[in-house]
């Protein structure tokens, strides 16, 4: 079935940690996109992927990386959690449509990150 | 520069009644706009997109230019409609386009 899988779903853990949170999805989407969302704020993008290879930062100051290897996989890591990490991270994917034209991005279910 | 604004964070309301959920948008070119909705203990979803002209679990958005706004409405509240709400607006940031979120507005429908 087509869908978007994070894991884990819960995370924590102390500061200093390194950690990838993993984002998988078989929808067949070229294109992800991991947000940051405290609860009931708005989505802040922080990365995001056209297809393999291909990686760029969002409007939202990271000091998290991600890769693009396979298409259907895009983990983000943290090199040194801290806490002012503590957030939701939202894996998200869409079809490659042309410039301009605004596609459905479909979301998983999220990581919740708690850094002590 | 490109921005959504949704004015409550919180929105109240009795079942049956009207609802209405307020999103203004700044942007200069023409634009296209979501509305996405987050029920409790489930995934961000697309509601509605402006450029599809449909009504999805009888609520409607019309896009008004004059005022850059993207309202969305229902005329009877159901107590299911309790959820989060953003409004996105899909427009150039940098060299490239990307979704554009509001702060979302929680409704809450009272019995």
């Known amino acids: 079935e087509a869908d978007i899988y994070q894991t884990p779903r819960y995370l924590v853990i102390g500061t200093g940690k390194k950690i990838t949170l993993e984002c998988s999805q078989t929808?067949?989407?070229?294109?992800m996109y991991w947000y940051q969302q405290d609860p009931g704020m708005e989505l802040h993008l922080i990365h995001y992927?056209?297809?393999?290879?291909?990686?760029e930062k969002g409007d939202l100051s990271s000091e998290s990386t991600v890769s693009r290897i396979r298409t259907e996989h895009f983990p983000l890591t943290l090199e040194s959690a801290r806490p002012s990490h503590t957030s939701q991270y939202l894996c998200?994917?869409?079809?490659?449509?042309?410039?301009?034209?605004?596609?459905?991005?479909?979301f998983g279910p999220g990581t919740r990150l708690l850094v002590l | 520069a490109q921005r959504v604004t949704q004015p409550e964070k919180l929105l109240s309301v009795f079942k049956g009644a009207p609802v209405e959920l307020k999103c203004n948008y700044s942007?200069?070119?023409?634009?296209?706009l979501f509305w996405y909705v987050q029920y409790s203990r489930q995934r961000l979803q697309l509601l509605l997109r402006?450029?599809?002209?449909?009504s999805i679990k009888g609520f409607t958005a019309d896009l008004n230019k004059g005022e850059t706004s993207f309202h969305l409405k229902k005329p009877f509240a159901q107590e299911e409609d309790s959820a989060m709400y953003y409004c996105?607006?899909?427009?150039?940031?940098?060299?490239?386009?990307?979704?554009?979120w509001g702060a979302g507005t929680k409704l809450i429908i009272k019995p």
């Open positions: 996105a607006l899909y427009a150039p940031m940098d060299s490239n386009y990307q979704l554009i």
């Open positions: 942007y200069s070119g023409s634009p296209e």
């Open positions: 402006h450029i599809s002209r449909e």
């Open positions: 929808m067949g989407h070229d294109k």
């Open positions: 992927s056209y297809g393999v290879n291909s990686t």
């Open positions: 998200a994917s869409s079809e490659q449509k042309r410039q301009g034209a605004g596609e459905t991005q479909y």
